[in-house]
């Protein structure tokens, strides 16, 4: 699946759900870290706790959905998004119900504008 690192965008597969744009975070950033003026966002106690009774070595994402959704998904649910057009583009149209559609849709359309944000010198 690519490289996988923090700051890095992906469409990330949760149970019940279509895949969904996300983005890797380094749960061991200290709080406030800011990036390139962008402050990190930083993942709340509770999701770090839940991940001490994890043994695989699973990645910390934040869903750019509408609740800012954290979990933890082992590789194997994360594909680079933003690299391959014809992966983002089956991803896009993934669901067959038109609300889901429009919310993954808004969903890349925030992941790729935050990351233009991260990376701009
Ligand atoms: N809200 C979902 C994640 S998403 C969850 O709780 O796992 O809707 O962004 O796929």
Same mark, same amino acid.
């Given at each position: 699946?690519?490289?996988?690192?923090?700051?890095?965008?992906?469409?990330?597969?949760?149970?019940?759900?279509?895949?969904?744009?996300?983005? $890797?975070? @380094?749960?061991? $950033?200290?709080?406030?870290?800011?990036?390139?003026?962008?402050?990190?966002?930083?993942?709340? %106690?509770?999701?770090?706790?839940?991940?001490?009774?994890?043994?695989? @070595? %699973?990645?910390?994402?934040?869903?750019? @959905?509408?609740?800012?959704?954290?979990?933890?998904?082992?590789?194997?649910?994360?594909?680079?998004?933003?690299?391959?057009?014809? $992966? @983002?583009?089956?991803?896009?149209?993934?669901?067959?119900?038109?609300?889901?559609?429009?919310?993954?849709?808004?969903?890349?359309?925030?992941?790729?504008?935050?990351?233009?944000?991260?990376?701009?010198?």
């Amino acid at each position: 699946s690519g490289k996988l690192k923090p700051l890095q965008l992906v469409w990330a597969k949760s149970r019940g759900y279509p895949w969904y744009p996300a983005l $890797i975070i @380094d749960p061991s $950033i200290p709080k406030g870290f800011v990036h390139n003026s962008v402050p990190l966002p930083c993942p709340p %106690d509770n999701v770090l706790t839940l991940r001490k009774n994890q043994t695989s @070595d %699973d990645f910390l994402v934040l869903f750019f @959905d509408t609740k800012r959704t954290w979990q933890w998904l082992p590789s194997s649910k994360l594909e680079l998004l933003g690299i391959q057009k014809s $992966i @983002d583009e089956s991803k896009l149209s993934e669901s067959k119900k038109p609300t889901l559609r429009k919310a993954v849709k808004k969903a890349y359309e925030e992941a790729l504008h935050y990351q233009s944000q991260v990376t701009k010198k």
